[in-house]
């Protein structure tokens, strides 16, 4: 089963070869890592993409919560959450070709971010289901190089943390 581990780490160099490591340490392969800054500079946001049993998924958090610069983990698939990925794909775009690019772009709600006489570049936004079906009627058209930022993810509404947040943290996050 697919799950998203949202892992809020202290913002300094070496934590994310940190839990990088733990991860291929431990067998465990990483479908997907973003990290990014929060509204706290000191704070990154990570969201990893996993596969493995609830018994896998509940070491992985448990080995997690042991790095010191890890703060908060949450299993974001315990509850209801957003996830989000952006793609960027260059097309040959030639012809008639062009303007079925442009109908598939419009349709999937993307919007072309370069173009020159041969080839479109579209970015598009979504969940997984979304990108993977631009990306099959793109194909035809003759894909030419594609990039994934890999998922990001946000809970909808408060959930249960798999650890409890570590007691110095609940006085600098307010929690």
Not at 59 to 81: C, M, R
Not at 114 to 134: C, F, H, L, M, R
Not at 148 to 173: L, S
């Amino acid at each position: 089963m697919e799950h998203i581990i949202s892992v809020m780490v202290e913002n300094k160099f070496g934590v994310l070869s940190r839990v990088a490591g733990l991860f291929s340490g431990r067998g465990f392969n990483i479908d997907s890592l973003s990290v990014g800054p929060t509204i706290d500079p000191t704070v990154s946001m990570m969201t990893l993409v996993t596969r493995g049993d609830d018994r896998i998924v509940e070491q992985i958090i448990k080995q997690l919560n042991k790095l010191i610069d890890v703060i908060k983990v949450i299993d974001l698939s315990e509850g209801a959450f957003v996830a989000r990925e952006t793609v960027l794909i260059k097309i040959s775009a030639k012809g008639e070709d062009r303007a079925e690019a442009l109908r598939i772009t419009d349709i999937f709600r993307a919007r072309v971010v370069d173009s020159t006489p041969a080839t479109y570049t579209i970015e598009v936004t979504g969940d997984t289901n979304k990108i993977e079906a631009i990306i099959n009627l793109l194909k035809p058209l003759g894909i030419k190089d594609l990039v994934r930022t890999g998922r990001i993810a946000i809970a909808r509404e408060e959930i249960k943390t798999a650890v409890q947040d570590k007691p110095q943290d609940k006085k600098r996050f307010g929690t």
